[in-house]
């Protein structure tokens, strides 16, 4: 099931609670204590460790199974390295076409194994990640929102904030943290404090490289700050010295290439280079060295922010609060024009996304001069 195939909701509701079904548990599973699902692109999955190590430590390493994207699953294993994994794919639409040849490759294996607790950090669920958490044999659950169990499977294509997700920000909290808090609370029976969650890497060690990393995509085009605005900022910054990295996904070398070529150009940045399609760890490793880091709301923002790297983050309203702003360090500047339709969840109603649209190069010029300043 797709969305293109536009079946009748009932059709669609009976197919999806079926896919969500386990297999059979197999005579002899292993017996563990806790399944941790955290099903997720690279910068999500970045915003869980903290939450992650504490769980962990709680049920000891080797009682736990990680399920874990395919994308995040090199960073799992670098972070977590004791932790057994589970790796699926970081999404999929169609229910037929996707997901039903994955449950018959996929759920057999995962009956091998039982578990005392399902921890959910997952907290925006899709159709995808709820029956990928119907496979899971588990006897209690620990997340936002109810279990997904055949009455209640969510059949939407998009994801959506379960009921529970937590409505008021406070920094250093971000909702998104703020919900990993909670359920971290009901697992293990004690809520942690920030110290505790605030998410850092163990496993790369942050130092301070001469390379400026530039990553100006996020994961959907309708998140992308205009490419003029940020040449015009680059431009007007007077940048000190040093080698501009650009850094982005394979799909979008061209534009990579070409915003590269700009800031030669125009910005008269003489070394400039274009690195498409990073490894993950060697994408994670690049950051970690870097002098300094300008992007999007993305996992450039999310990475820069865990090594508390000086950085300019441009971000949009349509998760705003969610996933981001989040922090204590000042060396962090993130940049947002509030507009009333902020939350709208990416789903812009205007052909032109005014809250980044109508951040000014210059706003962003300013603190490319504040980053170099002050770090």
Not at 50 to 79: D, F, N, W
Not at 320 to 341: I, N, S
Request: glycine share 6%; charged share 20%.
């Amino acid at each position: 099931m797709s969305t293109r195939l536009h079946l009748p909701p009932a059709i669609r509701r009976l197919v999806t609670a079926r896919m969500a079904k386990p297999a059979p548990l197999l005579e002899g599973a292993r017996q563990r204590r806790a399944c941790l699902y955290k099903v997720d692109r690279l910068g999500d999955f970045v915003l869980a460790i903290g939450a992650l190590r504490r769980l962990i430590a709680h049920y000891g390493p080797g009682e736990c199974r990680l399920v874990v994207s395919t994308i995040a699953a090199p960073l799992a294993a670098a972070e977590f390295p004791d932790v057994a994994r589970w790796e699926v794919p970081a999404d999929a639409s169609g229910v037929l076409r996707e997901i039903r040849p994955l449950r018959r490759r996929l759920a057999p294996v995962w009956a091998a194994e039982s578990f005392t607790d399902v921890v959910c950090l997952r907290h925006a669920r899709s159709v995808y990640r709820n029956i990928t958490l119907g496979w899971i044999h588990a006897q209690h659950w620990h997340g936002l929102g109810p279990q997904p169990v055949d009455r209640n499977v969510f059949v939407g294509h998009r994801p959506e904030f379960v009921a529970d997700y937590p409505a008021a920000p406070r920094p250093p909290w971000c909702r998104e943290l703020l919900a990993h808090r909670e359920v971290v609370g009901r697992a293990t029976g004690v809520t942690p404090d920030w110290s505790v969650l605030r998410p850092q890497l163990c496993s790369v060690q942050p130092s301070t490289g001469a390379n400026w990393i530039f990553c100006p995509f996020g994961s959907e085009p309708n998140r992308d700050f205009p490419e003029d605005r940020w040449i015009e900022a680059w431009r007007t910054a007077r940048f000190p010295v040093g080698r501009i990295e650009v850094l982005g996904p394979a799909s979008r070398h061209e534009e990579l290439a070409r915003m590269a070529a700009r800031l030669r150009q125009e910005a008269n940045r003489a070394d400039v280079l274009v690195a498409a399609n990073l490894p993950p760890m060697e994408f994670v490793a690049r950051l970690a060295a870097a002098r300094g880091i300008v992007t999007v709301e993305s996992a450039a923002a999310h990475f820069a922010t865990a090594f508390d790297k000086p950085a300019v983050i441009v971000t949009g309203g349509g998760h705003f609060g969610c996933l981001a702003p989040w922090g204590e360090g000042v060396r962090q500047r993130w940049l947002a024009t509030p507009m009333p339709c902020f939350g709208c969840e990416w789903e812009c109603p205007f052909s032109t996304v005014h809250c980044l649209v109508e951040q000014s190069a210059e706003s962003v010029a300013q603190a490319l001069r504040e980053m170099i300043a002050h770090g």
